[in-house]
């Protein structure tokens, strides 16, 4: 699943930004104004598919997986960030190695049969539970970075987003009783770990924090709950070389719960393997 990439240059850099006032890729994902918190109550909360709160989500992950907020920037991204996982690439981190990739290729060929990325489809399909190149060097990154400047991969890189992550999170979180922060960090965790049978995997995290707290569903506080579920996804993450640093939690969406911002309201200020943001 997609890891945290590290990318020395960028890590050196201090980044502050200011979001753009729109989304790219879809008319339907366009930032609508949001209604203001009110004490944090589940009620309030727009939810984190509002197009604006979907759009400060992206932003989020992308400060973890790319050291930068321009997450529209990163259709074309590829590389081999050496975690075991393959190529990992796009907006989201599709990986050769874990089928996402393979899933979203076979989409885009579906819908635009001949593009510079279907005569990789073999390839992907053999290297698929690997970190194998085989096949795929010398031309896929190329191909890749072709494709990322067709609009119908872009939508294709999109839909796999929701269909695989997104909406998984945000439906989860919801019959959770979560805001919209504890529905973003069910979406940060999925993307991250995904969810297999692993015991680092989405569901056995969320299992681990309803060990120790219930959600507000079940009639428990929401932020004792996600304390607890940020808990386990520290823990998740320590499990792996690849993930042990744990700034996009303890930086990022601690910072989040500690000020109580449980409806995830600009402006946001936060830390992510030492750099800063800012959403204003």
Same mark, same amino acid.
């Given at each position: 699943?997609?890891?945290?990439?590290?990318? #020395? %240059?960028? &890590?050196?850099? #201090?980044?502050?930004? %200011?979001?753009?006032?729109? %989304?790219?890729?879809?008319?339907? +994902?366009?930032?609508?104004?949001?209604?203001?918190?009110?004490?944090?109550?589940?009620?309030?909360?727009?939810?984190?598919?509002?197009?604006?709160?979907?759009?400060?989500?992206?932003?989020?992950?992308? @400060?973890?997986?790319?050291?930068?907020?321009? !997450?529209?920037?990163? =259709?074309? =991204?590829? +590389? /081999?960030?050496?975690?075991?996982?393959? =190529?990992?690439?796009?907006?989201?981190?599709?990986? @050769?190695?874990?089928?996402?990739?393979?899933?979203?290729? +076979?989409?885009? #060929?579906?819908?635009?049969?001949?593009?510079?990325?279907?005569? =990789?489809?073999?390839?992907?399909?053999?290297?698929?539970?690997?970190?194998?190149?085989?096949?795929?060097?010398?031309?896929?990154?190329?191909? !890749?970075?072709?494709?990322?400047?067709?609009?119908?991969?872009?939508?294709?890189?999109?839909?796999?987003?929701?269909?695989?992550?997104? @909406?998984?999170?945000?439906?989860?979180?919801?019959? /959770?009783?979560?805001? #919209?922060?504890?529905?973003?960090?069910?979406?940060?965790? $999925?993307?991250?770990?995904?969810?297999?049978?692993? @015991?680092?995997?989405?569901?056995?995290?969320?299992?681990?924090?309803?060990?120790?707290?219930?959600?507000?569903?079940?009639?428990?506080?929401?932020?004792?709950? &996600?304390?607890?579920? &940020?808990?386990?996804?520290? !823990?998740?993450?320590?499990?792996?070389?690849?993930? +042990?640093?744990?700034?996009?939690?303890?930086?990022?969406?601690?910072?989040?719960?500690?000020?109580?911002?449980?409806?995830?309201?600009?402006?946001?200020? !936060?830390?992510?393997?030492?750099?800063?943001?800012? $959403?204003?």
């Amino acid at each position: 699943m997609p890891t945290p990439r590290f990318r #020395t %240059v960028l &890590l050196a850099l #201090t980044l502050v930004a %200011v979001p753009t006032a729109s %989304v790219a890729y879809a008319s339907a +994902e366009t930032p609508a104004a949001s209604p203001a918190a009110v004490g944090g109550a589940v009620a309030a909360a727009t939810g984190l598919d509002d197009p604006a709160k979907k759009d400060i989500a992206m932003q989020l992950v992308s @400060s973890a997986e790319n050291s930068s907020l321009d !997450w529209k920037a990163q =259709y074309g =991204y590829i +590389e /081999d960030i050496g975690d075991g996982r393959g =190529y990992t690439a796009g907006i989201i981190g599709f990986c @050769s190695g874990t089928g996402d990739m393979l899933d979203l290729v +076979e989409l885009y #060929t579906q819908r635009k049969p001949g593009n510079p990325l279907a005569p =990789y489809l073999p390839a992907l399909r053999a290297v698929d539970g690997t970190d194998s190149h085989e096949g795929l060097d010398p031309g896929f990154t190329a191909a !890749w970075k072709q494709a990322a400047k067709d609009s119908a991969f872009k939508t294709a890189q999109n839909d796999e987003r929701d269909r695989v992550y997104f @909406s998984p999170a945000v439906n989860r979180g919801k019959q /959770d009783g979560l805001g #919209t922060l504890g529905q973003f960090a069910y979406y940060d965790a $999925i993307v991250m770990h995904g969810d297999g049978g692993d @015991s680092t995997s989405f569901s056995n995290i969320r299992k681990r924090a309803l060990a120790k707290a219930k959600t507000p569903a079940q009639g428990g506080d929401q932020t004792t709950y &996600l304390h607890a579920f &940020l808990d386990a996804r520290v !823990w998740a993450m320590r499990q792996e070389e690849a993930h +042990e640093d744990t700034s996009r939690v303890d930086t990022a969406q601690r910072v989040f719960l500690n000020k109580g911002n449980l409806n995830l309201d600009p402006p946001l200020d !936060w830390k992510v393997y030492g750099d800063s943001f800012h $959403i204003g």
